[in-house]
């Protein structure tokens, strides 16, 4: 059955199995796991870093962002996790997905030569590129 909630359930190691509805959060592997929200049991693992996915936690309530596109999965399903409610967003041309995937190739692409370069200064921290108002306007398009 669809999903249109979920729960945060702070753990250190992710438990073998797993419970519909939850969202597994391991702060210390920086990591989030649940069974996709369609309801056809996969297990959608979420790595939490600048060049993946990032999880914001306000008053309990938990978002991942970007989306969930379940491209690989039979279910092709696709979906945001926002204050601990699941938005459901259309499926996605396999086109679409291309670009997006080669769109967050170079991202990365970007980021770790960005990392690269401050290695060597003595700040030895870089800091995540906030995305210009171009590519926040690729991403709403993309995840309608």
Not at 29 to 50: D, E, F, I, R, S
Request: glycine share 8%; hydrophobic share 35%.
């Amino acid at each position: 059955m669809r999903a249109s909630e979920i729960r945060p359930e702070y753990v250190e190691l992710m438990p073998k199995a797993l419970e519909e509805g939850v969202l597994y959060i391991s702060k210390k592997y920086g990591t989030a796991v649940h069974k996709c929200c369609c309801g056809c049991g996969q297990k959608v693992v979420t790595p939490l870093m600048p060049t993946e996915w990032s999880l914001e936690i306000v008053a309990g309530r938990v978002s991942l962002r970007p989306s969930i596109g379940n491209w690989s999965f039979a279910c092709r399903s696709h979906y945001w996790i926002r204050n601990n409610r699941v938005v459901w967003a259309g499926d996605m041309s396999d086109a679409q997905i291309e670009r997006g995937r080669r769109r967050d190739r170079v991202a990365k692409q970007q980021y770790f030569a960005q990392a690269a370069e401050g290695a060597g200064s003595s700040a030895n921290a870089v800091e995540p590129r906030k995305p210009n108002l171009l590519e926040r306007l690729g991403r709403w398009f993309f995840s309608r």
